[in-house]
């Protein structure tokens, strides 16, 4: 509520919408971000890729001062009309980026910088399936091959690989599935512990409700929003057992595969105008 984001739930309906009221054709034919560069080297470095007198590397790229938007209400910073690019750039910060699922979600291709963190399901993603991986030492190339490539023979191919990722978001991380998640996840760390967990003395507990009271604003409208009104009426879904050794290599060799067979193209690409 800090920057004004919206509950999970109601912000993918707005995404949805505005997905729907704007083709992929019909966007601008470039790469878009929009973040704050100030918190890692690497989304610094990103911002030499920028439009300049000298190269047009088909990103273009804004600094987000949070401060300045809290004065100004918020009104440059609505994620549902941030997707009016045919590509949009996912690059960690300090570590993930909670940008990752919103930039997903756009129906515009993914250009995802090399990432060194993970949420709970970005590793289940394939590149050229969901996304187009970006080197992360040479990005400005790396970006502006993806956008060539998207917007010349293979335009139907961008698309889809923009559909897939949005359709993933949309169906998979439904707060329902999030919370089956976070159900199964905390059973398992439970079989973990070696001691039986007992309240301190004077602990008091806190429910849903309390923690609203005290808020205020957005803050207060937001937390009431998502606020869940009683149980589920259906079971949480079947865990699935792990992944046989041999499935999971072969998931992970797909996924490898993927990535070098775009970093050929790239080279390729960069080789042919070398000698033009």
């Excluded at 929009?34 to 300049?52: I, Q, Y």
């Excluded at 401060?67 to 690019?85: D, M, P, T, V, Y």
């Excluded at 937390?223 to 699935?240: A, F, W």
């Amino acid at each position: 509520a800090e920057i004004n984001i919206k509950p999970w739930e109601s912000l993918l309906r707005e995404l949805k919408e505005g997905n729907n009221g704007r083709n992929w054709i019909d966007r601008e034919p470039y790469a878009y971000w929009k973040g704050n560069p100030f918190v890692a080297e690497t989304r610094r470095d990103l911002l030499t890729c920028n439009l300049s007198d000298k190269h047009d590397w088909n990103a273009r790229l804004y600094v987000q001062d949070w401060i300045l938007e809290s004065k100004r209400g918020f009104q440059q910073s609505n994620l549902a009309s941030q997707c009016a690019h045919r590509y949009k750039i996912y690059i960690e910060g300090y570590a993930w980026s909670v940008s990752e699922k919103y930039i997903l979600a756009c129906d515009s291709m993914t250009l995802l910088v090399k990432p060194y963190f993970h949420d709970f399901f970005i590793r289940y993603l394939q590149p050229l399936r969901h996304y187009w991986p970006i080197r992360d030492k040479d990005k400005c190339k790396s970006i502006k091959f993806a956008v060539d490539w998207g917007n010349t023979h293979k335009q139907k191919q961008a698309q889809e690989i923009g559909r897939a990722a949005s359709n993933f978001i949309q169906e998979e991380l439904k707060m329902e599935y999030v919370y089956d998640y976070m159900f199964h996840l905390l059973n398992e760390y439970a079989k973990l512990l070696k001691f039986k967990p007992v309240a301190p003395d004077g602990a008091v507990e806190v429910c849903s409700e309390t923690m609203a009271c005290n808020a205020n604003g957005s803050h207060k409208k937001f937390m009431m929003e998502s606020l869940v009104k009683g149980p589920s009426i259906t079971n949480p879904c079947t865990l699935p057992p792990p992944y046989e050794p041999k499935v999971l290599g072969a998931f992970y060799r797909r996924k490898l595969n993927a990535i070098l067979q775009v970093q050929k193209w790239e080279d390729r690409y960069w080789e042919s105008l070398k000698k033009q």
